[in-house]
Every structure is written in structure tokens, then in C-alpha cells.
């Protein structure tokens, strides 16, 4: 299935954060802005200005309809979602440096135009951002949103070292990836499809609704980004194709395969044990034993059920009609980018 | 000057805030959890459990004394305190990866024990903490001492960020190295040594003669880092002597050396320029010709005139008189330790 038209709610987005996102650097050092507005799309290496491209602002959407869903104007969630946008940036400005990674939508990632040092220095000041963002909001519940925040972040950190530790393992278990995959990537969902709600003070039970809609909208979205991990197109992630085989990444897809009894995923658990640097013919065959175990359909079966179970937590509890329709028109627009 | 007995208020500080510390690095997932004991040396590589060196805790020191400065009990500072040592501790897991420094307090740092990735995400993880810990404080004045910690934070690394910039250059005038130094250093021991006053809901003017000591002793203390830098022993510092001359750092000294007009200051200033690695002898010499510009006694000199300020600023509002007194002793301790 191939991409619909982009849902409103994420096009628009972008520029309702712009300026807040703009704001935000224009205070950092010059060094520091350089690096994180190269980050954004802004600025070429040499920090001239470039048309910026348009980015999925996913989470920045999010904290907008959420907000929207509890019935209170979108501009309650301004700040939330330049915070969860920045945070989602420091992580990946970090996660870039930790894994090495130089491409990231299609261009150098910025440890490798600016060094690591600047990388880390940048990611810590959106990280810092973030929080000061919050921290100068009117609303009487910024700390709420702040908490809803920290935590999210403390969850990251804790699903991005235990990702690491995963890597080249064959016996992980799908319940450790899966307590995995909702820290590191449940956790900011969760937090941005909820942080505009508690801005605009919305009830405790709709915030908690659309909460665990983040939670599994991040589970399904990591189990896409497992599959485009090995079969999306360079034009998709913007990276190598077969890069999380080439890594030996114990994503989803690869776990299931390493599970199957079969000849193929034999194959592959020989592949995770070994230390050997893989050559194109070498991920070319991995992808076809991996497509053989079947571990292609059962990740996409994951992504549908976790979807599934995000709509279906929009029901729980009471919101705003529009804006829950848009929450779940996102949510399949997210997931379905890929197949 | 040989240093003297250790003041009380630094010897009990580390284990007035040993318990929030230990809570903390047990909330963290295992992995991280090792990365941040053995950072703090409550552990050896392998994880084992060993005898904690007794650290200096000067920031949680002032910290708390500076909660009973304004006449409140210390235990109403003990999460600020807690914080500001875990924002410490974060600044130093990230500057060793990015420093690529390998010792530090004569053990090798996180990065190399734990590889890089874990030291990034283990510094991540101690920021994260040190906000939640002020966020789950009782005091109805916690979200201005995050404030003062987020504030603290970002000047940190823009700090860092313009240290780093400064390698290797000659031309860095004494007015940026002081912006910078208030920066990297200044900025947290202001927040130190007022985030007790913060919590404990103190007069505004006495707040703010309290951050202003800690600017001023960030800067002294500054001052003898860099002095040590070239000067002290490897049992005073924890790392190479010689380290700031090898990695042509911008140091106070260096600068001044580098702004001599004598034939000394003309050697420094080239070996500023070159890119060559240093030997032994060069390091030997490069420090003979510091020492010839009188850069050291200028540097002695600075470290004591910002010392006074910092003394001087407690007698520009009410403080009460033992605290106060306590503060001032511990900043001519923190600023004599070395000469």
C-alpha cells in the first residue's frame, strides 16, 4: 500500500513549531546553533541558510491535536510540542554519535560534519531546551507536562542502552525487545500524544487514554521502522539499505528469524554469533533467509495489532470527536508509510 | 601553601547526599546503573562494589550550607544538592568523551571502561535524574530552583562549547576566556551555592549574593585548574602533567604566555600554531617558557582577586553569620589547595 495524502495535522505542524523552534535556537551560542539548525535541515554545513525540507513533525502534531482532543485550543500545546520535538532531536543527535551512523535523511549526521564533541555538546542543549521551554509556559500545569517529559526521557535513555546491549544477541526474547521498543520508542509517543492534553488541564482519564494511544502507535511505528530497517529503499530511511542486518541490530524482524527452527534461521543465528564484517552478497542473502522464515509478515502483523490497540485506546476514555479522528488518521498514516 | 584540614562542611557532605545518590543510580536500568557507580567510584570495572574515595563534594557542600545561610535548616537543600553534583557528574561523563580524555581522579574514565556509547547515555541518564529528583522535591520553591539548574545547565555547555572552540588559538582575548570560564565553571557553582537558598525559600537579595559567590569562586577555582593544569603533580589532578600544554588548550596561563612579547611568549604562540604532537622534552620546555612570561603568578593572582569577590559578595545582604562563615572558609580551601 502506498502512501495517502499527508494528514493536515502533520503538515501544519512544522510551522507551528517553526517559530518556537526558532526561538529556541537563536538563544544557543552561535557554535551550538550552527550545529543544531544544520541538525533541522536549516543550514548547510557551512551554515548558510537552505530551504528547509519539510520533516514529518509527527510528535509536534501529536502534542497539538492532543490538546485539541481534550477540548482546548491547540496554542496550549505550543510548548509541549517544540519540547518533544527537541528531545526526540537530542536523541537522535546523541544515538547518531553512540551508533556511528553518518547518514541520517540523506545527509551526513552532524558528528560527522562537526565532530562528536559539538554533536553531544548540541544534543545536551536541545535536551536543556526542552525543559526551558516548558519551564517558561503559563499554563499552571507546565510541571505536569515537565514530568511527563523527564520521564520520557529517563525511558529513552533506558531503551537506548538496552538496544545496545541487544546488539549481535540471538536470545532475546520478544518480550524484552518489546519492553525495549516501548522505552525507546513508546516512551515519546506517549508523552507527545499526551503533553498538550496536560497543558490544557484536560481529565486525568483522557490523558491517560491518549497516553497508552502513544504508547502503542510507538510500538507499531518501531516494528515499521524494524521493516524498513531491511526492506525500505534508500529513499524511505535515507540510509544504506540493509543497515540493521549490516549492524547485526536485533530488531524485530531479525529476532523472529533467529527464532525459526528452519535452515534460514539457522543462517541467521550463525550471522549474529559471528564478528565478521558482511559484504553486499553476504546482507543480500541474510535478507532473503530472513524473508524466508516468514519474520516479514509477522512484523508487519506486529505493527497492525500495536495500531489497532492505539485507535482502540482513544475509545477509552472521553474526546473530542474531530480531533480524535485526526489522532487515528495520523497514527495510520505513520504506520502505513511503509508497505 | 600546603592545603589545610579539610573543612567540616565538605567532609560531610558526600554523605549527607550518599543516599539521594544511591536512590538515584537505583532507579537506573542495570547497565547504566554500573556506568554511574563506577563513574563515582563506588564500583571497579567488573561492577564489584568497592571502598567510595572520599570526592569533594564542593558543590553539594554549598549546596547545603547555603540553605542554612539563609537561616533554614540543610536538609531542605538536600535534593538541590543532590542535583547540582548529578549535573556535575553528567558535564564530566560528557567532557571526557569529548576531550577524549582517559584518566580522570587516577582511574580511566567511563569511555574507556564502558565504551563510548554507555558514558554518553550514562551522562544523559544523570541530567534526567538530577531534574526529577528537584521535581519530586516538597518545597513549593522547586520549580525555581530548576530554573536556576536548567539555567546552570545550558550555560555549562555553551561553556564547553566555546572552550572547545578556543584550542589551539592565540588570539583568544582575556575578556573571552573570563565569559567562557564564567560559563563552564562559574555557572554551576552559582547555582551551587544558591539552590539551598532557592529551596528554602530565602530573601531574594540574599539569593543572589549567594549566586554571586559562586561566579566569582567558579572563576578562582578556574584559575587553579588551569594553574594545575601545568603545575601539578599527577597525584594533586589525577592526569598527566602537562596535559593543557600537550593538548594546546586555552588556558590562563597559556594565554597570558601567549600574549608575552618576550622571546618565551613568541615560542609559545608557535607552538599554539603547530599541529605537530608534542614529546616529553617539548611539554618540559613549553612549561620553562609559561613560567618565564610570569604567567603563573598573573594566574595565582587572578585566582585570589576573584577569591575576594567571591568572599565579598556574602557581606552584600543579610546572611547568618556561622553559615557565611563556613561558606568563606571553603572557598579559601577550594582556592588553596593547590600553591
Given at each position: ?243 540493521d542486518l549490516?549492524?547485526?541490530k536485533a530488531s524485530?524482524p531479525i529476532l523472529?528469524a533467529a ?9 541467521i ?21 530472513v524473508?524466508?522464515?516468514?519474520a ?44
Amino acid at each position: 500500500m502506498k502512501p495517502r495524502q499527508t494528514p493536515k495535522p502533520l503538515e501544519s505542524a512544522a510551522s507551528t513549531i517553526g517559530p518556537k523552534l526558532a526561538a529556541g535556537s537563536a538563544s544557543l551560542n552561535p557554535g551550538l546553533r550552527r550545529v543544531v539548525e544544520y541538525h533541522w535541515g536549516w543550514r548547510d554545513p557551512e551554515g548558510n541558510r537552505i530551504e528547509a525540507r519539510k520533516g514529518k513533525a509527527l510528535r509536534p502534531a501529536l502534542g497539538l491535536l492532543s490538546a485539541e482532543a481534550v477540548g482546548e485550543e491547540r496554542d496550549l500545546a505550543l510548548s509541549g510540542a517544540a519540547a518533544v520535538e527537541m528531545l526526540h532531536d537530542y536523541t537522535l543527535l546523541h544515538d547518531d554519535v553512540m551508533d556511528r551512523d553518518e547518514e541520517r535523511r540523506g545527509r551526513p549526521t552532524a558528528w560527522v560534519v562537526f565532530g562528536t564533541g559539538a554533536a553531544i555538546c548540541a544534543g545536551d542543549a536541545l535536551a536543556a531546551l526542552a525543559q526551558r521551554v516548558l519551564l517558561e509556559d503559563a499554563s499552571p500545569r507546565r510541571e505536569g507536562a515537565l514530568r511527563a517529559l523527564c520521564k520520557a526521557n529517563e525511558d529513552v535513555i533506558a531503551g537506548q542502552m538496552l538496544d545496545a546491549s541487544f546488539e549481535g544477541r540471538v536470545d532475546v526474547s520478544i518480550g524484552a525487545y518489546t519492553r525495549m521498543a516501548s522505552l525507546k520508542t513508546g516512551a515519546l509517543l506517549r508523552c507527545s500524544a499526551s503533553i498538550g492534553a496536560i497543558l490544557a488541564d484536560g481529565p486525568e482519564a483522557s490523558i491517560a487514554a491518549l497516553a497508552d494511544f502513544g504508547t502503542h502507535l510507538g510500538l507499531a511505528f518501531q516494528a515499521v521502522d524494524d521493516w524498513l530497517g531491511i526492506w525500505g529503499d534508500r529513499e524511505q530511511v535515507g540510509k544504506p539499505i540493509g543497515s540493521d542486518l549490516r549492524q547485526r541490530k536485533a530488531s524485530l524482524p531479525i529476532l523472529h528469524a533467529a527464532a525459526s527452527s528452519s535452515a534460514a534461521g539457522e543462517e541467521i543465528r550463525c550471522l549474529l554469533r559471528s564478528d565478521d564484517p558482511l559484504s553486499e552478497e553476504d546482507v543480500e542473502r541474510a535478507t532473503d533467509c530472513v524473508a524466508d522464515t516468514g519474520a516479514g509478515e509477522v512484523t508487519v502483523a506486529v505493527s497492525k495489532v500495536e495500531l489497532e490497540r492505539a485507535i482502540g485506546a482513544l475509545d477509552r476514555a472521553w474526546l473530542a470527536n474531530h480531533p480524535r479522528s485526526q489522532l487515528s488518521e495520523l497514527a495510520e498514516f505513520a504506520i502505513r508509510r511503509a508497505y
